[in-house]
């Protein structure tokens, strides 16, 4: 087996994975803030064994690279509480396709921040994207649902979109440093940040409870690390970009297939919208042609 289909097969595995995630935190039965500190909890027990064993526990860092990997590591962690609390009020599958606005954010912030051209594909892009979010906020959520509490879950998955793309901003200024390790560190501030408020004095009585946030630990967490970054040193940045529309697609079929969720035609055409948006921003798809220009390069689209 070679190293791309090697990487298609580790790649496809992990966005899979992702892709039960709300399956896992909802079945679990438990408050999102403990939900989120038992999965930094296991994921930093198994993270640190993976570590030891590659041997990545003697890198030294230094206190920037540190403080670097904390801060991504505390927007991560308001990331997956802002991504799980929307799951339960806007249904896995509006969340997941909301959440997907990421590379909108990364765009925004490249625009604010490092003064990095708005190209008018990106644009376009970013309007498709837009009118999508219009379609699925203006759908009526089902008779069960209460419409504050949709809005509000939608709200929450653009949030944790954010949070995203500022723990992203913040990882590119860590270029060099393991993957490996600084997703443990990030989970390590995950365990600190949340241990004042999660509910340790009333701990969950149940296997099955914590059956489901071991797993959210060790194989979403670390199980789920190890094959993307294992996949990332193997793929073409475009097949990476492509393989991470599973996540979406599995969440979508993990939310109808198990809790019945089915979609407005609207908030299928919305959610459509902007995963395609995505998929064109994240492929570099060109919607425009433009006149090459001997004096400057184009942009990266």
């Known amino acids: ?15 899979a994975i992702l892709g ?9 039965g ?14 930093a027990l198994t993270l640190l064994v993976i570590c030891a064993s ?9 206190l920037r690279i540190i403080g670097l990997a904390a801060l ?37 912030f490249g625009a604010l921040l490092f003064a990095e051209r708005l190209t008018l594909t990106k644009l376009t892009w970013l309007a498709i994207a837009f ?23 939608i709200l929450m998955a ?21 993957p490996h390790l600084i997703a443990l560190i990030q989970v390590c501030v995950g365990v600190v940040m949340l241990a004042p408020f999660a509910n340790l004095s009333h701990l969950p009585a149940d296997p099955w409870s914590w059956a489901m946030l071991a797993t959210l630990g060790i194989v979403h967490t670390g199980l789920m ?29 993990v939310d109808v297939t198990a809790f019945g969720h089915r979609l407005h035609f609207s908030q299928v055409v919305g959610a459509a919208a902007i995963l395609i948006a995505a998929a064109g921003m994240n492929l570099g798809w060109t919607l425009w042609k433009s006149r090459p220009s001997a004096a400057s390069p184009q942009p990266i689209k």
């Open 225 to 253: 690390y190890i094959l993307m970054y294992g996949a990332i040193q193997k793929l073409p940045t475009h097949l990476q970009g492509s393989l991470s529309f599973i996540y979406p697609v599995v969440a979508i079929l």
């Open 131 to 153: 009118a999508g979010m219009v379609l699925i906020v203006g759908a009526a959520p089902d008779s069960g649902d209460v419409g504050t509490n949709y809005f509000a879950g």
């Open 20 to 28: 039960t995630i709300g399956w896992f935190v909802i079945m679990s």
């Open 30 to 43: 438990q408050p999102i803030m403990d939900v989120v500190f038992w999965r930094c909890a296991f994921g």
């Open 54 to 62: 590659l041997g990545l526990l003697r890198n030294r860092l230094s």
């Open 158 to 178: 653009l949030a944790a979109a954010f949070f995203w793309a500022v723990a992203a901003i913040v990882t590119k200024k860590l270029k060099g440093t393991p």
């Open 72 to 108: 991504g590591g505390a927007a991560i962690v308001i990331n997956w509480l802002l991504l799980f609390s929307a799951f339960s009020r806007a249904s896995i599958s509006i969340a997941t396709a909301v959440y997907n606005t990421q590379p909108f954010m990364l765009v925004g």
């Open 1 to 15: 087996m070679n190293d791309t289909v090697r990487g298609t097969v580790e790649m496809s595995a992990a966005m």
